[in-house]
């Protein structure tokens, strides 16, 4: 219309210039006729007529327009104002909802509080009443037993009988009446027998008594009338035991005997001999056999059980000494005081107690085996329950029969556990137990890769598992509120579903087991089948018709207001297959649940999903992971498309058309995504492909294998589905060897086959290890940890040691260590150091083998063994830590990190190369494990050296070309480095570059140059090359050897080894003291070996500790030792003859030119500082002049080689004195800590995991304390001892 109006406004405009044309014309021309004239001025009014009518009808477009967009905006802002109000009303609904919710729950908290008061105000009732209780029956048992065991000075005498009725027939007619004593008859029966001579009817009532057939309530009657039996005659009582000893002799017989009678009888006789009646000795002995043999005759069973807790609950507190724990759970919360057991002493109870521990013991390993038992007949009805849907009348007659006698087991074992103030056992609910004569199907657990053949479980790999169990709870995100009608909803259909499934469990008969499953599938009829779920499913549809009818209507109400709801709806739907990833459709799925959860919406929402389009195959799995999602809040929708689906798979199956097969394809699949979210029944999925499998033909092979390879993996492998789906595969690949597929055909089959049940693989051969091998590794690689290594070290014990195979392939293990956990290698070091003490080698070979190991890391230095060498490393460090290595050997490797296969001159090695690290790693991991140990002594101070040499390691590395800015030094290991050196040296202070760790390491090397006597100040400035770690181990190698027990055990070695250090003169004199104190440890070796097997002997017992080399005695060795005594005999004659010469290095100096030169300067220099200050050093020349010595004292220059040496010698000599002044004064410190080690390794359950040579070397003990230092060492001190 715009377009034509524009046209003829167009053409009336040029018609309009046309005629002002003509006018001018027409004016220049000349006059025409009248009738000419006429003409033309008609036809010029015509012209403006009509341009009037053009300009009034646009005029009238244009108002038409204005007032529809005025319409148009005065409608929009009315929708708005409309939205607005709802938005409020719904916020006010809201408030008013909430505001509701919280006043239920404050109603429920106030409700649950006060059911809480009425419950703790019935408990306080409960527990006092049981404290009344108690005290009366304690009070009544007590008199009572006071009167009966004074009864003989209280019998009548012979006088007070003649007094009372002897008449026979009221004395037969009370005998007759205590055969039937009951509770109501006390009164009755006390007034007869107050009245009656009964002195010869004494058998007669006796038997009567014994005879009587009582209740538990009963008893107290009866043992009230025993007494007044007891108090007036005398033979009553022997007569009375004797009868019961009868009694019980008869009843051995009987092979099914009366269990209510054996428990009255049994408190019966308890309660006589509480009462006095019985001895103490007589009737605990009775009482004690009876329970004994009813104990004995009842393990297996425990039919008797009832007996047992009928006595611990009247007779128990009395007999044995019980305290139930009800009653001392009382006693603890209401502070309420029972009475104790005074009648009978402890020692009397105690056989008692043991006889029902054991009976209890007994009792719960019987309800065990019922519980294990109860689960596999649960698990096999739960198999047959999935697998046929339903139980035969037998199985589950039997079923509930047994769960029966199981629940009565249970609460007697409760009864007893509480009367004995025991623990119920655990009774696990997820134990399964492996069948012994099952059908021979494997019902594995899903999800666990090495359980079943296939690898990866139920789902292909960490992804899909993820995606199809790991939902977003909406719960905790959404307000309940917003479900809370769906949840109504849904409980309201739990609970008639529920109601069915018990009617329907009533109506079950005769169903078959579960062996016949495989061939009733494969005979059966399923067109039946199909006509009864075609039934149940045409209702379905009706009602899901009617649904969506309902839902048109609703539609079109909101469609007629303009909801604005709607308008996001249809947005949100619009952007839904958009969603093609997890994160996006959780993030739908919660804001559906959030903004649009409503009736109509889910409706909408369940269409959607189910007409998504044939082609987009890729948007079912997150259709169906929405449709879980939302099931917990929105039950419906998962409801609603899974009736659509059915419907539709349905109807293409009965249509059997050969079009539409994207279509079938599409519904089979999004079926199979939903049973993979449990969404879609497993046992409707499974009906769905017997369905297909009953015409299997043309479309419905390919709808098959695409249900298949959907969802027939995880179908196959879930233990519910396993036999179903197993059976159908069968069946399946049956029916493709019976009919004539095409090719393709035939490969989709197998295709969907194999996937589900893939051909097996030839496995890996796994090596088959002896037993004994597999018992090491069980113990070393699954039971040691923390908690067990003690455990382990007592089974470790008991191996085979003499065999060398079994040692051999135990140090094997233990070498490799990587294939233990991380975290478990500290265990490992634990065991080894307790197994050093019986097996002395085992330690020796497994710390070669490490250090071997580490080495060997070195050489090859491959990142494929990085986990290995790390694993290496810790175990070290780990044996230092339980003292089976020395430092030496620590730091031995550490240098070897740092300089094995490193170039001095920087070039690049293969063994160490630029770009590699994994030496500072190493480095840092020793440091980590047993650095921390390093922390005083010659250790610390080894320690801080290394520090030097590894500080100028890592900046070499770091000055290497192979970093530049693009490729940075590592910042993880520059974090790595930073914890360790602030775990061990946290105020050390660090090199910041290559140079300054050079000058370090130049300074260190040059003071202990300068300290080893192998350069003077001036020589060493010059000479700067040292190898790393050779000054160090030179310096301290003193201290190893002597030291190193009190390194280890004290700590000390600081204070008594650094003046040693510093006066180690002569390196040939320190070699020959150590192998002097090797010889020494050698011997003393041998003389505790010695004083082992001769305390071994004289128990009649060897044991050999230690696995060294075994001396074999042949003829050469007694040929050799006469060579060596001939050869020693004739040195020593040789060397008889020669004169010894004594050198006189010193000559003391008389006593008064001694006091001549204490008043001068003092010649050998007081102190450190006086030495410094003098130039000259006083000497006392002795000189001779005929037969007398003349002294002379000469001041010699500071500087000449004379004074130098004569101070450096008295230097030495001094801090000598100073040093074993210092070990003297310790002695006793040291005597005090040795002690406490030997008590602590005498408490210890095994020996202390230490290092035996450290304790061979006998400890010098002094019969008199410590000695004066001073006056031994003339150094002046003040120390005295006394």
Request: charged share 35%; glycine share 4%; aromatic share 6%.
């Amino acid at each position: 219309m715009p377009a034509e109006r524009k046209k003829s406004v167009n053409m009336d405009e040029k018609e309009a210039s046309s005629i002002s044309s003509k006018d001018k014309e027409s004016g220049d021309r000349r006059p025409a006729s009248t009738r000419e004239k006429g003409k033309e001025d008609s036809k010029l009014s015509s012209k403006k007529d009509n341009l009037k009518a053009a300009e009034e009808k646009k005029r009238k477009l244009e108002e038409e327009k204005r007032k529809k967009e005025e319409k148009e905006r005065k409608k929009k802002e009315e929708e708005k104002l409309k939205a607005e109000e709802d938005q409020k009303k719904k916020e006010e609904e809201e408030k008013i909802k909430q505001e509701e919710e919280e006043k239920r729950l404050q109603e429920e908290e106030e409700r649950r509080q006060r059911e809480e008061e009425a419950a703790q105000i019935k408990e306080k009732e409960e527990a006092h009443q049981l404290h009344q209780e108690a005290w009366e029956r304690h009070q009544s048992r007590k008199e009572l037993r006071s009167k009966n065991q004074n009864a003989q000075d209280g019998r009548p005498e012979e006088t007070f009988f003649s007094r009372l009725d002897s008449s026979l027939k009221k004395n037969t007619a009370f005998v007759k009446k205590l055969k039937t004593i009951t509770e109501q008859q006390r009164d009755s029966l006390s007034s007869d027998f107050s009245s009656l001579n009964l002195s010869k009817y004494i058998a007669e009532a006796v038997g009567s008594v014994v005879e009587a057939k009582l209740k538990i309530s009963d008893v107290n009657c009866a043992v009230h009338l025993c007494s007044l039996f007891h108090q007036r005659y005398a033979e009553f009582a022997p007569l009375l035991l004797q009868s019961w000893k009868k009694h019980f002799e008869a009843r051995k017989e009987e092979k099914t005997p009366n269990v209510s009678k054996l428990r009255t009888d049994l408190r019966f006789i308890a309660e006589l001999t509480i009462v006095g009646i019985f001895t103490d000795k007589e009737g605990l002995s009775l009482i004690y056999e009876q329970l004994k043999n009813i104990i004995n005759t009842d393990r297996e069973t425990h039919m008797h059980v009832s007996v047992v807790i009928s006595f611990c609950k009247h007779c128990g507190d009395d007999i044995a000494g019980l305290v139930p724990r009800k009653v001392k759970l009382a006693a603890e919360k209401f502070g309420l005081s029972f009475p104790l057991s005074e009648i009978i002493n402890s020692e009397k109870q105690q056989p008692f107690q043991n006889l029902l521990r054991e009976y209890f013991t007994s009792l719960t390993k019987h309800l065990k085996k019922d519980h294990r038992e109860l689960q596999n007949i649960e698990r096999q009805n739960r198999r047959i329950l999935h697998s046929k849907g339903e139980l035969s009348e037998d199985r589950h007659k039997q079923y509930e029969e047994f769960a029966t006698s199981y629940q009565k087991l249970l609460a007697n074992t409760q009864s007893l556990a509480d009367l004995l103030d025991e623990n119920m056992p655990e009774l696990p609910q997820d134990k399964t137990v492996q069948e012994e004569h099952g059908p021979g199907i494997d019902i594995f657990t899903p999800g666990k890769p090495g359980e079943y053949d296939l690898e990866g479980g139920i789902w292909e790999d960490e992804d899909a598992r993820n995606f199809y169990e790991n939902m977003v709870d909406l719960k905790a995100f959404v307000p309940a509120i917003l479900f809370k009608d769906n949840e109504k909803s849904s409980q309201n259909k739990d609970n008639k579903e529920e109601a069915k499934e018990v009617k329907d469990g009533k109506d079950n008969k005769d169903v078959p087991s579960t062996e016949e499953l495989e061939m009733e599938l494969e005979t059966l009829d399923i067109n039946d089948d199909t006509l009864e779920m075609e039934a149940v499913d045409e209702a379905e549809a009706d009602d899901l018709t009617k649904k969506l009818l309902d839902e048109q209507e609703q539609e079109d109400e909101e469609a007629s207001t303009g909801s604005h709801l709607k308008l996001i709806v249809d947005a949100f739907l619009q952007q839904l297959p958009n969603c093609v990833n997890r994160d996006l459709i959780d993030k739908a799925a919660m804001d559906f649940c959030m903004n649009m959860n409503t009736k109509s919406n889910r409706r909408k929402l369940v269409r959607a999903l189910f007409t998504v389009p044939r082609q987009r195959l890729d948007l079912l799995p997150f259709y169906a992971r929405l449709v879980a999602t939302l099931h917990p809040c929105m039950s419906d929708v998962a409801e609603d498309l899974c009736s659509m689906l059915k419907g539709d798979f349905r109807f293409h199956v009965r249509k059997k058309d050969q079009i539409n097969i994207e279509t079938k394809n599409k519904t089979v699949r999004f079926i199979g995504e939903l049973t993979k979210f449990k969404m879609f029944s497993k046992s409707d999925t499974l009906h769905c492909l017997k369905m297909l499998l009953s015409d299997f033909s043309h479309h419905h092979i390919e709808m098959a294998c695409t249900l298949l390879e959907t969802s027939g993996r995880f179908l196959f492998r879930t233990p519910e589905s396993h036999l179903r789906t197993s059976v159908l595969l069968e069946q399946m690949m049956r029916k493709k060897q019976a009919m004539h597929l095409d090719a393709r055909y035939v490969t989709m089959v197998e295709n969907a086959y194999y996937y589900c049940n893939p051909p097996p693989v030839e496995k890996t051969v796994r090596r088959k290890r002896p037993p004994l091998q597999e018992y090491i590794r069980k113990l070393l690689y699954k039971d040691l940890s923390k908690v067990t290594t003690e455990k382990v070290l007592r089974q470790m014990r008991k191996l085979p040691w003499q065999e060398p195979e079994a040692k051999n392939y135990l140090i094997c293990c233990m070498v490799n260590i990587w294939n233990l956990k991380y975290n478990s290698i500290h265990c490992v070091a634990n065991l080894l150091a307790g197994l050093v003490a019986y097996q002395e080698d085992v330690g020796i070979h497994v710390v070669d083998g490490v250090l071997e190991d580490i080495r060997l890391g070195m050489e090859v230095n491959q990142p494929k063994f990085n986990q290995r060498r790390i694993s290496s490393a810790k175990f070290l460090g780990e044996l230092y830590n339980y003292r089976m290595v020395e430092s030496a050997v620590i730091f031995r490797t550490l240098y070897s990190f740092i300089s094995f296969g490193v170039n001095p001159d920087g070039t690049a090695s293969p063994l160490d190369p630029p770009e590699h690290l994994f030496r500072i790693r190493m480095v840092c991991t020793v440091l980590d494990t047993c650095g921390q140990y390093f922390d005083r002594g010659s250790s610390k101070r080894k320690l801080d050296c290394f520090l030097i040499y590894f500080q100028r390691y890592i900046w070499w590395k770091k000055s290497l070309d192979v970093w530049t800015e693009g490729h940075p030094f590592p910042i993880d290991i520059d974090y790595m480095l930073s914890d360790t050196l602030e775990l061990l040296r946290p105020k050390m202070k660090l090199c910041c570059s290559l140079e300054e760790a050079i000058r370090q390491v130049t300074g260190l090397e040059r003071e202990f140059l300068v300290k080893l006597g192998l350069a003077n100040d001036k020589d060493s400035k010059d000479s700067s090359s040292i190898r790393e770690g050779e000054a160090i181990e030179e310096e301290d190698e003193d201290d190893d050897e002597e030291g190193a027990e009190t390194e280890e055990q004290s700590g000390n070695e600081s204070e008594m080894n650094e003046p040693e250090e510093e006066g180690s003169e002569n390196e040939e004199e320190e070699r020959e003291r150590e192998r002097e104190e090797e010889e020494e440890e050698n011997t003393d070796y041998l003389t505790d070996s010695n004083k082992e097997n001769e305390t071994d002997e004289e128990n009649n017992e060897v044991t050999i500790k230690g696995g060294g080399l075994k001396h074999v005695a042949c003829a050469e060795d007694e040929d050799f030792i006469q060579a060596l005594d001939k050869m020693m005999l004739e040195n020593l004659q040789q060397r008889s003859g020669e004169s010894v010469k004594v050198h006189q290095l010193d000559v003391a100096i008389p006593l008064q030119l001694k006091s001549q030169l204490k008043k001068g300067p003092p010649p050998t220099g007081g102190g450190q500082g006086d030495t410094e200050i003098a130039d000259t050093m006083q000497f006392v020349m002795l000189t001779r002049k005929g037969n007398k010595q003349q002294f002379k004292i000469l001041n010699v220059p500071l500087s000449s080689h004379l004074a130098a040496n004569h101070f450096s010698q008295q230097q030495v000599e001094q801090e000598e004195r100073m040093r074993m002044k210092k070990l003297t004064l310790d002695i006793n410190e040291r005597q005090e800590q040795e002690d406490y080690q030997e008590m602590l390794q005498s408490l210890a359950q095994r020996p202390a995991p230490a290092n035996t040579n450290r304790e061979r070397r006998p400890r010098y003990q002094h019969p008199k304390g410590a000695p004066n230092a001073d006056l031994i060492f003339k150094t002046g001190g003040r120390y005295t001892y006394k």
